[in-house]
């Protein structure tokens, strides 16, 4: 897809240019919003954030894959706030099996680096059973891409056999160091 491309080139010319990219005084998650659009293949059981302190936010998500899938796709999408959320560079569909056999998704990559160690998602397909993240919470150091300063939302929109079945939407804030970044 040209819009992976032009991600992946942003992305290589941000590193080469090593920005001071992980001086973030504030990454934490302020939202989580979870549907299931087809109750007899995915339920959620709970879903919720924690705050354990200011700047420390636990995301927490128990759901059920109720049969085996070996087809499952995802929609990411990233908006950030200006008068409402709007696109925000990030808009890639792909295929979610085909991701753990080849990591082809830079993008995808940093965002799965980030949670991996707090879910049990972290398989190749078939999935199936409980899905689990376990006091998830967000990690300047591992963010490797620049950002501003600014509210954003993640959109994970999860498909079976390409139709829709569940959504899971995370809003968080990010606050750069400017003092550090000077
Ligand atoms: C998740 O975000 C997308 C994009 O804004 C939106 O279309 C969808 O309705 C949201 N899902 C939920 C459950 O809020
Ligand atoms: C809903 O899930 C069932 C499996 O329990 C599946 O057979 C059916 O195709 C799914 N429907 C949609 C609209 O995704
Ligand atoms: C997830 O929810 C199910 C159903 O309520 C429950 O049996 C299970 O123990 C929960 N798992 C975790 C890790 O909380
Ligand atoms: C998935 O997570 C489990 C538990 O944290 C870990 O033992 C396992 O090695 C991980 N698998 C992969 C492929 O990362
Ligand atoms: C996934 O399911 C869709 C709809 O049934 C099908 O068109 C597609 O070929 C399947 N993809 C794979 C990799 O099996």
């Not at 934490?28 to 354990?52: D, G, I, M, P």
């Not at 085996?68 to 696109?87: D, L, Q, W």
């Not at 995808?108 to 190749?124: T, V, W």
Request: charged fraction near 20%.
């Amino acid at each position: 897809m040209r819009c992976q491309l032009i991600i992946s080139a942003l992305l290589g010319l941000f590193l080469t240019f090593h920005i001071n990219i992980n001086d973030a005084v504030v990454f934490k998650f302020t939202n989580f919003v979870c549907e299931s659009y087809n109750q007899s293949w995915f339920v959620f059981h709970n879903y919720r954030l924690k705050a354990v302190s200011r700047n420390k936010v636990l995301l927490n998500m128990n759901g059920t894959i109720l049969h085996p899938t070996n087809n499952m796709s995802i929609h990411v999408r990233i908006f950030k706030k200006a008068n409402g959320y709007k696109p925000w560079l990030v808009d890639i569909y792909f295929d979610f099996c085909q991701y753990f056999r080849k990591r082809n998704q830079p993008v995808f990559n940093i965002i799965y680096g980030l949670f991996k160690g707090f879910s049990n998602i972290n398989h190749s397909c078939p999935y199936v059973g409980p899905q689990i993240v376990e006091d998830f919470y967000l990690r300047p150091e591992l963010l490797r891409i620049p950002m501003p300063t600014g509210d954003y939302l993640l959109a994970l929109q999860w498909y079976f056999d390409k139709k829709i079945q569940f959504d899971t939407n995370v809003s968080f804030t990010f606050v750069e160091d400017l003092m550090k970044s000077k």
